[in-house]
């Protein structure tokens, strides 16, 4: 059995985004595809594969980690601003 980084694809709430892709790299998203699909009996849309691996690759870049402090939170959810910031804001916008 073929060790791959990713597994099954999980279902979550997705935020459109629309990219363009070389020719031999979707050749190979797609190839990718196909085998994950064996490895898993269930198929496998190659576009479901890109937020996956875009996870990986920035879970694995200990420079991404090291700058954005993600060590602490590696999936980190966007924070509200304070009270004082958005008063902040708001004045600065009048």
């Given at each position: 059995?073929?060790?791959?980084?990713?597994?099954?694809?999980?279902d979550?709430?997705p935020?459109?985004l629309?990219?363009?892709?070389?020719?031999?790299?979707?050749?190979n998203?797609?190839?990718?595809?196909e085998i994950?699909?064996k490895?898993?009996?269930?198929?496998?849309?190659?576009?479901?594969?890109?937020a996956?691996m875009l996870?990986k690759?920035?879970a694995?870049?200990?420079g991404f980690?090291?700058?954005?402090?993600?060590?602490?939170?590696?999936?980190?959810?966007?924070?509200q601003?304070?009270?004082?910031?958005?008063?902040?804001t708001a004045?600065?916008?009048?």
């Amino acid at each position: 059995m073929t060790k791959l980084k990713l597994a099954a694809i999980v279902d979550d709430k997705p935020v459109r985004l629309t990219v363009t892709l070389p020719a031999a790299l979707h050749r190979n998203l797609v190839a990718y595809a196909e085998i994950l699909a064996k490895e898993t009996d269930k198929p496998v849309d190659p576009a479901k594969l890109v937020a996956p691996m875009l996870e990986k690759f920035i879970a694995s870049d200990r420079g991404f980690r090291k700058v954005r402090g993600a060590d602490r939170n590696p999936n980190p959810v966007p924070s509200q601003p304070s009270a004082e910031s958005a008063a902040a804001t708001a004045s600065a916008r009048d």
